[in-house]
């Protein structure tokens, strides 16, 4: 039962919307901002304002930036290495990012195919790839290991047809995992990837 006003109940509804977070997690979020409300929340409420205005989706590769074309397509470094790593959703090109692959360039897809839930190729940003395609030297398709994420990179290397290298993330033990934690399926795709040492 709501334990505050209408206002206060539709702002944990709202953060409980978001990833990570349940009903619970929110309620306590709102509750600590109201209890600062001038140090948090007054100062969150302005910057998601600003940011409502400011945000844009990059032109080119479909990050999220300020600026379109973004910082990374405007950086003309970018473009020497001619390597393109295709993610599935801007998180996992911040995460990329993080790891510091060197001056590469980027695509996100924003998705994967699925029918299960309606997702198919007009639903992604597969056209824009396409024509980014012949300037690259290597496309990385920086899938997730999933049912899904593979089908949507077999379906790239088909589009992208012969003559452009089209390479992938490896899969299998992360540094520091231990075999019998692993599912199967992590298990047998580290066999099979196997180096010689």
């Given at each position: 039962?709501?334990?505050g006003?209408?206002?206060?109940e539709?702002?944990?509804?709202?953060?409980a919307?978001?990833p990570g977070l349940?009903?619970?997690?929110a309620?306590?979020?709102?509750?600590?901002m109201?209890?600062?409300?001038?140090?948090?929340?007054?100062?969150l409420?302005?910057a998601?304002?600003?940011?409502?205005m400011?945000?844009k989706?990059?032109?080119?590769c479909?990050?999220?930036?300020?600026?379109?074309?973004?910082?990374?397509?405007?950086?003309?470094?970018?473009?020497?290495?001619?390597?393109?790593i295709?993610v599935?959703?801007?998180?996992?090109?911040?995460a990329?990012?993080?790891?510091?692959?060197?001056q590469?360039?980027?695509?996100?897809?924003?998705?994967?195919?699925?029918?299960?839930?309606?997702?198919?190729?007009?639903?992604?940003?597969?056209d824009?790839?396409?024509?980014?395609?012949?300037?690259?030297?290597?496309?990385?398709?920086?899938?997730?290991?999933t049912?899904?994420?593979?089908?949507t990179a077999?379906?790239?290397?088909?589009r992208?047809g012969?003559?452009i290298?089209v390479t992938?993330?490896?899969?299998?033990?992360?540094?520091g995992?231990?075999?019998?934690y692993l599912?199967?399926?992590?298990?047998?795709?580290?066999?099979?990837?196997?180096?010689?040492?």
């Amino acid at each position: 039962m709501p334990s505050g006003g209408l206002e206060i109940e539709q702002l944990i509804q709202l953060l409980a919307r978001l990833p990570g977070l349940g009903p619970r997690s929110a309620r306590r979020a709102v509750l600590h901002m109201i209890k600062k409300k001038e140090q948090l929340m007054l100062p969150l409420s302005a910057a998601l304002d600003r940011a409502v205005m400011a945000v844009k989706t990059c032109e080119i590769c479909g990050n999220i930036d300020t600026v379109s074309p973004c910082s990374i397509c405007s950086d003309p470094r970018r473009g020497d290495s001619g390597i393109l790593i295709v993610v599935e959703d801007v998180s996992d090109l911040w995460a990329m990012e993080r790891a510091a692959p060197g001056q590469v360039r980027y695509h996100v897809l924003g998705g994967v195919l699925s029918p299960l839930d309606g997702v198919g190729p007009d639903d992604l940003n597969l056209d824009m790839l396409i024509s980014r395609a012949p300037d690259c030297s290597e496309i990385v398709l920086a899938m997730n290991a999933t049912v899904d994420g593979q089908t949507t990179a077999h379906y790239i290397t088909d589009r992208l047809g012969p003559g452009i290298k089209v390479t992938r993330l490896a899969h299998g033990v992360p540094i520091g995992g231990e075999l019998d934690y692993l599912d199967e399926g992590t298990l047998s795709q580290a066999l099979k990837a196997r180096t010689q040492i």
